[in-house]
C-alpha cells in the first residue's frame, strides 16, 4: 500500500506566494520521477512540473519562472513553491509519483488534491 499526501493549499491573493508538500508513504522500494498536476473544473488535468530522482526539473511554460518544484528522496517529499500567483493558477493541485513497491511492481500513485485559490 502505498499513499502520497498534499497539504500546503489555502486562499492567497494575486501575486502572492504559496507552498505546497507532498509526502509519499507506504511499501516503496524506489521513487523515480515525481510531479505536480492541477485541475479545475469541467477540464482535464494539466501538467505543472515534474522532477526527476537526480533532480532534473521541466514545467509547464505556463508556470515557467514563478514556481520551482524541488524533492526531499530522504523524505520522499516533493515540493513546488510557487510566487507570483495568478487568478488563473486557481486550481486542485495533484502531485505523483512513479514508484518501485517493495513487491517490485512499479506504478504511478497520485494524492488526492489540495485546493489553490488566488483571488482577491
Known amino acids: 500500500q502505498v499513499q502520497l499526501v498534499e497539504s500546503g493549499g489555502g486562499l492567497v491573493q494575486p501575486g502572492g506566494s504559496l507552498s505546497l508538500s507532498c509526502a509519499a508513504s507506504?511499501?516503496?522500494?524506489?521513487?523515480?520521477?515525481m510531479g505536480w498536476y492541477r485541475q479545475v473544473p469541467g477540464k482535464q488535468r494539466e501538467f505543472v512540473a515534474t522532477?526527476?530522482?537526480?533532480?532534473?526539473?521541466n514545467y509547464a511554460d505556463s508556470v515557467k519562472g514563478r514556481f520551482t518544484i524541488s524533492r526531499d528522496n530522504a523524505k520522499n517529499t516533493v515540493y513546488i513553491q510557487m510566487d507570483s500567483l495568478k487568478p488563473d493558477d486557481t486550481a486542485v493541485y495533484y502531485c505523483?509519483?512513479?514508484?518501485?513497491?517493495?513487491?517490485?511492481?512499479?506504478?504511478?500513485?497520485w494524492g488526492r488534491g489540495t485546493q489553490v485559490t488566488v483571488s482577491s
Open positions: 507506504g511499501s516503496i522500494f524506489s521513487i523515480g520521477t
Open positions: 505523483n509519483g512513479v514508484i518501485t513497491t517493495t513487491g517490485r511492481v512499479l506504478k504511478t500513485y
Open positions: 522532477i526527476g530522482r537526480g533532480g532534473a526539473t
